[in-house]
């Protein structure tokens, strides 16, 4: 009997033995921070993000929710700025005022098939690789190991703005970039000042920026000075136009084009000595890429996909800056609404800029900046017209105008227009000189809704800002612009989707005390999204520009 239990016995301690060998491999890889230690450790990690759950709004509870609001509006009208700015995260949404929160409850978005719905996609992207590491036998790019950044986040169906911060907060405190192939002072310098933004010394007033706008004042205005202090932008010059190096200045993806001008025409951050730098931009158009190479009607886009493909394998190599990091230290900036798909492949690794920037569309915090989009009118003067009504004659509750593209805007003219006439819900409007109407229709209300059209962004979210209307965001899984710094519960509206029915009665519920504060901080947060011919310190170019430091500081690793 002894005999036969003893090959069992054997072969239990070996394999208790090989289960204690890779639990100490593991805790090794985590206390020493080797690569793919995140990875290891994600193997046994269980705690996620649960999904929203869903609900349907009844009549009865709209009632119940809109008197709850009231009540926690008034009780909670209390500036941001008598707080202080010290901890990493002072003036973050968590202590808004509770009706934004409970108004705004996590309930699943409108259901397409109870509605008339037009795909969210304009085109479809039919690829012949598998996935995004496929590349040609010649190419240049070095095969580079996966980013040091765990398991992916989960993120719901519907991602409220409230997860949205959760997801924001966890990928600064665990996403990391690749550890570079071989060391460089750059690298030491950015951890440098990762250091000095969580030390930052506590700021609770400066007379040029408005502390209730911003997640932290302090750390902000240190992360500020030292991207002016230090960060180096190597610009690189290959490439032919129209596709590189041609700014498009005009229309509604305008903001790709004056960054690519103004940064190229830059003297103080970028340098000509691509060792000095931080990071590295990629300069083509988005906008540019679709109107050379799209074949109208072509059911795919895979040649502007090859086109950025064969960009940067020319980049990898002639220069050895991208295979030292994978392209992390890369950025590019990119309005037009196809960009995340047709940089999500060869291009995922880099810092992305992007006007549509969807949670759903692999919209990765802690790496990606979501990009303001503006709509820039006349190249001569970038901003236009400023300021509107006071906010005793803003006669209109809530306005929206603007073609029927996407699934929602027709569910929103379905529930609103010609039906009441606090709420002037349009269509297209017809043209007027300056597009006068527009936006004397924008000077003159409330609340201005920016409701999503084939994807998430809208023009009408920095419209409403440069109008000083509250923008009232219907776009679920949509990420603000410069969701690091801002706290845009502070000057904006978050409303789901699915609450297009109860629009009016959610923003009734909005106290009058409550909307003034809104308003008079939106007229504080403006400077931060206005295009200048020379740009100016904490204007649009600075901001983009500051998102992007700011996410490559907090993600860097050495080797």
Same mark, same amino acid.
């Given at each position: 009997?002894?005999?036969?239990?003893?090959?069992?016995?054997?072969?239990?301690?070996?394999?208790?033995?090989?289960?204690?060998?890779?639990?100490?491999?593991?805790?090794?890889?985590?206390?020493?921070?080797?690569?793919?230690?995140?990875?290891?450790?994600?193997?046994?990690?269980?705690?996620?993000?649960?999904?929203?759950?869903?609900?349907?709004?009844?009549?009865?509870?709209?009632?119940?929710?809109?008197?709850?609001?009231?009540?926690?509006?008034?009780?909670?009208?209390?500036?941001?700025?008598?707080?202080?700015?010290?901890?990493?995260?002072?003036?973050?949404?968590?202590?808004?005022?509770?009706?934004?929160?409970?108004?705004?409850?996590?309930?699943?978005?409108?259901?397409?098939?109870?509605?008339?719905?037009?795909?969210?996609?304009?085109?479809?992207?039919?690829?012949?690789?598998?996935?995004?590491?496929?590349?040609?036998?010649?190419?240049?790019?070095?095969?580079?190991?996966?980013?040091?950044?765990?398991?992916?986040?989960?993120?719901?169906?519907?991602?409220?703005?409230?997860?949205?911060?959760?997801?924001?907060?966890?990928?600064?405190?665990?996403?990391?970039?690749?550890?570079?192939?071989?060391?460089?002072?750059?690298?030491?310098?950015?951890?440098?000042?990762?250091?000095?933004?969580?030390?930052?010394?506590?700021?609770?007033?400066?007379?040029?920026?408005?502390?209730?706008?911003?997640?932290?004042?302090?750390?902000?205005?240190? @992360? +500020? *000075?030292?991207?002016?202090?230090? =960060?180096?932008? &190597? #610009?690189?010059?290959?490439?032919? !136009?129209?596709?590189?190096?041609?700014?498009?200045?005009?229309?509604?993806?305008?903001?790709?084009?004056?960054?690519?001008?103004?940064?190229?025409?830059?003297?103080?951050?970028?340098?000509?000595?691509?060792?000095?730098?931080?990071?590295?931009?990629?300069?083509?158009?988005?906008?540019?890429?679709?109107?050379?190479?799209?074949?109208?009607?072509?059911? @795919? +886009? *895979?040649?502007?996909?090859?086109? =950025?493909?064969? &960009? #940067?394998?020319?980049?990898?190599? !002639?220069?050895?800056?991208?295979?030292?990091?994978?392209?992390?230290?890369?950025?590019?900036?990119?309005?037009?609404?196809?960009?995340?798909?047709?940089?999500?492949?060869?291009?995922?690794?880099?810092?992305?800029?992007?006007?549509?920037?969807?949670?759903?569309?692999?919209?990765?915090?802690?790496?990606?900046?979501?990009?303001?989009?503006?709509?820039?009118? +006349?190249?001569?003067?970038?901003?236009?017209?400023?300021?509107?009504?006071?906010?005793?004659?803003?006669?209109?509750?809530?306005?929206?105008?603007?073609?029927?593209?996407?699934?929602?805007?027709?569910?929103?003219?379905?529930?609103?227009?010609?039906?009441?006439?606090?709420?002037?819900?349009?269509?297209?409007?017809?043209?007027?000189?300056?597009?006068?109407?527009?936006?004397?229709?924008?000077?003159?209300?409330?609340?201005?809704?920016?409701?999503?059209?084939?994807?998430?962004?809208?023009?009408?979210?920095?419209?409403?800002?440069?109008?000083?209307?509250?923008?009232?965001?219907?776009?679920?899984?949509?990420?603000?612009?410069?969701?690091?710094?801002?706290?845009?519960?502070?000057?904006?509206?978050?409303?789901?989707?699915?609450?297009?029915?109860?629009?009016?009665?959610?923003?009734?519920?909005?106290?009058?005390?409550?909307?003034?504060?809104?308003?008079?901080?939106?007229?504080?947060?403006?400077?931060?999204?206005?295009?200048?011919?020379?740009?100016?310190?904490?204007?649009?170019?600075?901001?983009?520009?500051?998102?992007?430091?700011?996410?490559?500081?907090?993600?860097?690793?050495?080797?």
């Amino acid at each position: 009997m002894g005999i036969t239990i003893l090959p069992f016995q054997m072969a239990s301690k070996r394999f208790l033995c090989l289960i204690s060998i890779i639990f100490a491999i593991i805790l090794g890889f985590q206390y020493l921070e080797l690569p793919y230690s995140n990875i290891l450790f994600s193997l046994f990690y269980t705690n996620k993000i649960p999904a929203s759950e869903s609900s349907t709004l009844q009549d009865e509870h709209v009632l119940d929710v809109a008197n709850k609001t009231r009540m926690s509006g008034e009780e909670n009208i209390t500036s941001n700025s008598e707080q202080k700015s010290g901890s990493p995260y002072a003036n973050s949404p968590e202590i808004a005022p509770a009706y934004l929160n409970s108004a705004l409850s996590p309930i699943t978005k409108v259901n397409p098939d109870n509605t008339t719905t037009v795909s969210s996609n304009d085109y479809n992207v039919s690829l012949s690789r598998n996935d995004g590491n496929a590349l040609d036998k010649n190419s240049s790019i070095n095969s580079v190991p996966t980013e040091n950044q765990g398991s992916p986040l989960p993120v719901p169906e519907v991602t409220t703005i409230s997860e949205m911060n959760e997801l924001l907060l966890r990928s600064h405190a665990s996403y990391r970039s690749m550890r570079p192939r071989w060391s460089s002072a750059v690298d030491q310098e950015l951890l440098q000042a990762r250091s000095k933004i969580e030390n930052a010394p506590i700021v609770e007033n400066d007379p040029n920026l408005y502390a209730p706008i911003f997640r932290n004042l302090s750390m902000f205005k240190r @992360s +500020y *000075e030292l991207m002016e202090e230090t =960060l180096k932008v &190597y #610009v690189y010059r290959e490439g032919d !136009k129209p596709v590189l190096h041609s700014p498009y200045l005009v229309g509604v993806y305008a903001s790709e084009g004056w960054f690519m001008k103004l940064v190229e025409d830059n003297k103080r951050f970028v340098t000509e000595d691509p060792k000095m730098a931080h990071l590295f931009y990629l300069p083509f158009s988005s906008v540019m890429l679709v109107k050379t190479l799209y074949v109208p009607g072509s059911p @795919s +886009y *895979e040649n502007l996909i090859q086109y =950025l493909h064969d &960009y #940067v394998d020319m980049i990898a190599g !002639k220069h050895p800056f991208w295979n030292r990091t994978g392209g992390a230290d890369h950025f590019l900036v990119a309005c037009q609404d196809w960009a995340p798909s047709e940089t999500k492949l060869h291009m995922a690794k880099c810092i992305r800029a992007l006007c549509n920037a969807d949670v759903k569309n692999e919209f990765v915090f802690g790496k990606d900046v979501s990009l303001p989009e503006t709509h820039v009118r +006349y190249a001569g003067n970038p901003t236009g017209e400023l300021g509107g009504n006071s906010a005793s004659n803003r006669t209109t509750l809530a306005f929206f105008a603007g073609k029927l593209h996407g699934y929602l805007r027709p569910i929103l003219l379905q529930h609103w227009a010609n039906k009441d006439p606090d709420m002037k819900i349009f269509g297209k409007l017809p043209k007027s000189k300056g597009n006068k109407d527009y936006i004397n229709h924008m000077k003159s209300s409330k609340y201005c809704l920016c409701a999503k059209g084939f994807e998430v962004n809208s023009p009408r979210v920095v419209e409403a800002i440069f109008y000083e209307c509250v923008p009232v965001i219907i776009s679920d899984n949509f990420v603000p612009p410069f969701f690091e710094v801002l706290n845009w519960e502070s000057f904006a509206v978050f409303i789901l989707e699915k609450d297009i029915p109860n629009l009016k009665l959610i923003l009734l519920s909005i106290p009058e005390k409550r909307y003034l504060l809104l308003q008079k901080r939106l007229k504080k947060v403006q400077q931060h999204f206005l295009w200048h011919k020379n740009p100016i310190k904490y204007d649009v170019f600075h901001m983009i520009l500051h998102s992007i430091w700011y996410n490559r500081v907090f993600s860097a690793t050495t080797t």
